[in-house]
């Protein structure tokens, strides 16, 4: 298991410990430090059944440079935007061992990735 985390956030700070505290093993990555790239978000999206634009930070301030809110959804040019500035990414983010994915914002979504 993988959480693809930002210490900042307080949500992903809450997943991160409930992963901790589960006993479970998994691997922490700071993706603003360890930036995922294109073909490591393709697999994520897959994973998770979403689109680029779904898990994209619309009120990021490099959002609003770049005029998200009304870029087309070109799916490739999204991944791109992503893998450039992993600000935008929603966090966090739990990969499964068995192929899963999920945006883990809530408890809920967390005890999901443990498999209760």
């Not at 959480?3 to 956030?9: G, K």
């Not at 093993?25 to 697999?43: G, Q």
């Not at 998770?48 to 994209?56: A, D, S, V």
Request: charged share 30%.
């Amino acid at each position: 298991m993988e959480i693809w985390h930002n210490p900042r956030c307080s949500k992903s700070r809450a997943a991160l410990a409930a992963l901790s505290g589960s006993g479970a093993e998994f691997t922490e990555r700071r993706y603003l430090e360890d930036a995922p790239t294109v073909a490591d978000l393709e697999d994520v999206l897959t994973r998770l059944g979403m689109e680029p634009w779904e898990i994209t930070r619309m009120g990021e301030p490099v959002a609003k440079e770049l005029e998200l809110k009304s870029a087309e959804h070109d799916r490739g040019r999204w991944i791109e935007v992503l893998a450039a500035h992993p600000s935008l990414i929603q966090r966090p983010i739990i990969l499964t061992d068995d192929g899963r994915a999920f945006v883990a914002r809530d408890e809920a979504s967390v005890e999901a990735a443990l498999g209760r």
